[in-house]
């Protein structure tokens, strides 16, 4: 039987902060986007710590199963409800890219994973690892600081090209030290093709 967990890390460290009894009715996961979930956790079982471990922009809260980390939010805003819980909106860490502006850039003739992990390398500061591999499709691309183009939607408009890269942000463990933190999977095609007559099942429950 698999045992289920919540754990709160720091965003900017992936340090683990606390374990969180949280109840949230779902959560999923999109390619190339971001998802939300809403969460409750009653005060008096709440942590010492809980107001740092979930405070807004600077936690996550990570869903383990068996200790594996399954899925992961950022902390958007966090209430006290009447009934003495903390009410947490979460949204997976694509959310945040769209806090990151993409600066000065040209890619002439460049293998558009690459730019993918050049992006997301040069202009956002979180500990994510990118875990991409070089396809065969190379590109051209010119960013510009005065475009005020964010990140996330540099990245979507780049998904969305035919033929364009698919990208997905999970977590994973860290050791020496202990830590969670998000990696981002970049390939030219994230599973395989669909068999024909069939579309992509790219949403993950």
């Avoid at 109840?23 to 709440?46: E, F, H, K």
């Avoid at 399954?70 to 009410?87: M, N, P």
């Amino acid at each position: 039987m698999t045992t289920y967990q919540w754990v709160s890390v720091d965003a900017k460290t992936g340090k683990v902060l606390e374990y969180l009894p949280l109840s949230v009715g779902s959560v999923s996961q999109v390619l190339g986007g971001y998802t939300s979930a809403s969460a409750s956790m009653p005060l008096p079982d709440a942590p010492e710590n809980w107001q740092r471990a979930t405070l807004p922009g600077a936690a996550a809260a990570v869903l383990l199963a068996d200790d594996l980390p399954v899925w992961g939010g950022l902390v958007a805003s966090r209430k006290r409800s009447a009934a003495d819980t903390i009410e947490l909106a979460l949204s997976t860490l694509e959310a945040a890219f769209d806090r990151y502006y993409v600066g000065d850039r040209v890619f002439t003739a460049t293998e558009q994973c690459t730019i993918v992990a050049n992006l997301v390398g040069s202009f956002c500061d979180l500990p994510i690892r990118v875990a991409y591999t070089a396809g065969s499709t190379v590109r051209d691309r010119t960013y510009k600081d005065a475009d005020d183009k964010t990140l996330l939607s540099a990245l979507s408009d780049l998904m969305a090209v035919s033929g364009g890269p698919e990208w997905a942000v999970t977590w994973e463990w860290q050791h020496s030290p202990e830590r969670i933190t998000p990696v981002l999977t970049v390939r030219d095609r994230i599973g395989s093709s669909p068999a024909t007559g069939l579309s992509p099942a790219a949403s993950f429950e």
